[in-house]
């Protein structure tokens, strides 16, 4: 069973930067495939906010391309998303993800990732 923990959520201003990490634990003897960033803000749909699959290949949302950027560090099992020039819209708790097969691997696939994290509150004031 793959177990994922998000940390690095926090509050920012308007322009700042965050750096969100996700530890994941259970991979041992398994294989690794799409891994995922996305968020939820309150009275909203869940977003995609960037992927990358076991290849480096990455993909991002709309509003966050050029601002965020996902990688991984294979040897530490850590997922990690930088935020840079925050904006308040930006507010939400973000979860950390990962599909447990091959799958789709774009914003827009939630529904392929079988292991989800807590998440972690992310807030930004104007």
């Known amino acids: 069973q793959v177990h994922l923990v998000e940390s690095g959520g926090g509050s920012a201003q308007s322009g700042g930067s965050l750096r969100l990490s996700c530890a994941a634990s259970?991979?041992?003897?398994?294989?690794?495939?799409?891994m995922g960033w996305f968020r939820q803000a309150p009275g909203k749909e869940r977003e995609g906010v960037a992927t990358i699959d076991s290849d480096g290949t990455t993909t991002y949302g709309y509003s966050v391309k050029g601002r965020f950027t996902i990688s991984q560090d294979n040897a530490k099992n850590t997922l990690y998303l930088q935020m840079n020039s925050l904006k308040p819209e930006d507010t939400a708790i973000y979860y950390c993800?990962?599909?447990?097969?091959?799958?789709?691997?774009?914003?827009?696939?939630?529904?392929?990732?079988?292991?989800w994290g807590q998440g972690t509150q992310v807030t930004v004031s104007a």
């Open positions: 259970g991979y041992s003897g398994r294989r690794r495939y799409c």
């Open positions: 993800a990962a599909a447990g097969s091959p799958s789709r691997c774009d914003v827009d696939g939630s529904h392929a990732m079988g292991y």
